[in-house]
């Protein structure tokens, strides 16, 4: 079983210190449908399971203010991902039984 990719885009230039994940969902949910959220310090990627979301979200929040901070939101350059990572909004505990085969709970 394979996630499904999507558009990344990234979101910097807010401080990485008082900025959640619920933070940026609150901010792009209303573009569409969000597969993934990661923080990375001083940025944040967001993963758009269609890319015309992922383009209306960079035409509209680019240069909008944040928690009094500017954000500059651009497409992201491919980024290795742990796949081992549950992505945002996955439903399920992943688990591993003692026969070492793995089950959603």
Known sequence: FRYKTG???RVSGFDGSSIRKTDIQSEFGDFGQ???IDLDGGAAFVEFEDERDAADAIA???GKQMKGRRMKVERSR???VNTNTPRHGAKGVHTVD???FQRIE
Do not use: F
């Open 98 to 100: 003692r026969a070492g």
């Open 78 to 80: 491919p980024k290795d």
């Open 60 to 62: 509209d929040m680019d």
């Open 7 to 9: 558009t990344t885009v």
């Open 34 to 36: 969000i597969l993934r």
